[in-house]
């Protein structure tokens, strides 16, 4: 399995193209991804209730089981909170691009990110997709005009190219992404695309997709806010040529395996970015009683801002770490647990069996001066385990999130 | 109904004593509450699945349904996550009061509040405990000292007396409460210590009590989190000398005034001491299915790290509350709302049935720059609503957090 971290390595049939058309002041804000042959699609969307135009659009697509050819994006404006003048927006990008590559509207998903409750500049987004959707093209450089497309306050495109044999043929699975958490301000959204030339039926790769996202881009928080336009979307157009992915096959067990890698490499990515973050936390929790309950404790760890700002400040403070776990909504026994934290230089014990250790508070703070943070913590009852993601809490975030429409 | 606030008319035959015996470095750390005659209790526990020792016993006590007289409670150490020692060390300093005051100790409460996971300094604490029970008194002072007694990072003490009448007589409701929010690190807990000379049963006070902490407590956030150790104590001694108060009587409605008042009132300090904090936030929301809907998107909106942020910025960013809402985990309909922001300077309408509003900036700048600011959210779809108070995050907020223990 090979994997490029940082860019593109095109999908067979696939095409990309990424522009600037004026919604943004300067920064691309619009992108087209293509595949010249049908794709069945899987797609995960935003627990959110408020749920943003283009998520419903993609909604109704993805439920008609019909094939899929092409997705349009706009950052710069999320279309959310925009009442019915938003649908028909939406519908409008679908047509356009639909016009230009003759399709059907309803083969085409639809993407928006940016500022919430203003209405789209739809006819700059109509003119766009004219000029661009000729200029589609299968480079590296393309994605990577793509990948910079769907981005608003990221600092750096997020992509990935997974290759693999399956039935002795080579096949490529490949992604990118956009998000700093949901962290500025109305600009908040998490996007993720993925393409792959795999032979594979809607229903299993929706099931895996839906897996996939789930120990992935869900166990991620930067502060705990979910988006409105939130969405990952995978594309498979079965150009390999190879045999159809079968359930629970050797196939299944490969092809899963480079999504959990693409995944969780774009889901890394973004909690990297996230904004005014300067560490990377990785939080585990063992032996619990239930992958459910180790995930519960993880998200509360991971969302709480004691313990974001705990390790802003390098304090090896594992009393908000445990208040946390407390109320995740999980019952566990104190009694048992152990915590230590780790990173490159070491690490250090701070709970055994429920009992506080006497730590070297300079060690300590040798472990948590490092950028990259893990805190592991052994429960000691029963089986289960799961791994939670984050930044920390830093002024940074304050002033960018406080200060961004001012 | 009068109300003073910022201090304790004892209510007949409480008594209060608070001293520095040493657990802090220099502010008062024990505090003794003690009524002559006995009292009937009611308590509201923390929801954290971790409790610590204190609770466990005060909840044993509650469950038996016997008198209390007493109450002694030490701050600097919570005597949580300190496994069978904390046990033990929470009925010794019931046993060390009974002892001075000639009690049983099963008639007294046990409080402790402070650094998680480090063994009380028991034999100080006895020691305080003998040193201090002699000096209870009824005045102004020792109130005012046992006030002081139970505070950790708190900036201020909170105090409150509401006198009036039942059966004709004068009847007293006094409290002092400490916490500022769940905020300083490991010192975070919310206690909150009530007193009344009413002749009123268990059951209904404690029922009264239940719906009192869910209006007040329950629905303030400095930063979501939940501490190992809080606690809502209300003492009745009866020593008003009236008839007993009746459920759905006019006594029990003056009662749950009284009550309301008192621990809105408290609730409203704790923010206002919230670490770091520079604005007072209310969220009002207006017209929803049902009141409990209505409370979780009063808490969403109020636990969410991008509305403090923008608050802090002065920024009116509607579209982090409706994203907020958006994951309360309650359906509503996002075309029927309206959103205003109100200040003392007057107030600036945002959204009209889920249309954005073109708004003038300086005007929504005076607003926000006030120190108190309502975000007022009618969702024109029933007849609950709910309020909820927060305070902002600055960088303030980062720095006392990130800097406590190095």
Redesign the interface.
């Given at each position: 399995m090979k994997v490029t971290e940082e860019k593109i390595i095109a999908p067979n049939g696939f095409y990309a193209v990424g522009s600037h058309i004026g919604i943004k002041r300067k920064r691309k804000d619009l992108t087209i991804y293509y595949s010249k042959h049908d794709c069945n699609a899987a797609a995960v969307f935003t627990?959110?209730?408020?749920k943003a135009a283009p998520l419903l659009w993609n909604k109704k697509l993805l439920d008609s089981g019909d094939k899929i050819r092409a997705i349009v994006i706009n950052s710069g404006n999320a279309n959310?909170?925009?009442?019915e003048i938003g649908k028909v927006h939406t519908e409008q990008m679908a047509q356009d691009l639909a016009d230009c590559l003759n399709l059907k509207k309803e083969e085409v998903f639809v993407a928006s990110t940016g500022?919430?409750?203003?209405?789209l500049p739809i006819d700059l987004i109509s003119k766009g997709i004219q000029e661009n959707s000729a200029a589609l093209a299968q480079d590296e450089d393309a994605f990577n005009d793509a990948a910079e497309g769907i981005l608003t306050t990221d600092t750096f495109t997020k992509q990935i190219t997974v290759e693999f044999e399956l039935f002795g043929k080579p096949v490529k699975l490949a992604g990118q992404a956009k998000g700093s958490g949901?962290?500025h301000?109305?600009m908040?959204t998490m996007l993720s695309f993925l393409f792959t030339d795999a032979n594979i039926g809607s229903n299993l790769m929706q099931e895996m997709l839906k897996e996939s996202v789930d120990d992935t881009y869900n166990m991620i928080s930067v502060?705990?806010?979910?988006?409105?336009n939130d969405m990952v979307i995978l594309l498979a157009n079965a150009k390999s040529d190879t045999s159809e992915i079968m359930p629970d096959s050797k196939e299944y067990y490969i092809f899963k395996e480079a999504l959990d890698k693409i995944n969780r490499y774009l889901a890394m990515q973004i909690i990297k970015d996230g904004e005014g973050a300067t560490k990377f936390i990785e939080v585990h929790i063992k032996s619990a009683h239930s992958k459910e309950d180790a995930k519960k404790m993880c998200k509360a760890i991971i969302n709480?801002?004691?313990v974001k700002?705990?390790f802003?400040?390098?304090?090896?403070?594992?009393?908000?770490l445990?208040?946390?776990?407390?109320?995740?909504?999980?019952?566990?026994d104190?009694?048992k647990i152990n915590i230590l934290f780790k990173s490159d230089v070491g690490e250090i014990a701070l709970?055994d069996n429920?009992?506080?250790l006497e730590f070297n508070e300079d060690k300590a703070?040798e472990i948590l001066e490092e950028k990259e943070i893990k805190a592991i913590i052994d429960l000691n009852q029963g089986n289960a385990e799961a791994k939670a993601w984050g930044c920390d809490?830093?002024?940074e975030?304050?002033?960018i999130?406080?200060?961004?429409?001012?």
């Open positions: 627990r959110n209730a408020l959310a909170c925009t009442g500022i919430i409750g203003q209405v949901m962290i301000p109305n908040a502060d705990g806010d979910t988006s409105t709480s801002s004691l700002t705990a802003f400040g390098e304090d090896a403070n594992w009393g908000r445990v208040a946390a776990m407390g109320y995740a909504g999980v019952k566990f104190f009694d709970v429920g009992k506080s703070l809490l830093s002024y975030y304050v002033k999130n406080g200060e961004y429409r001012s």
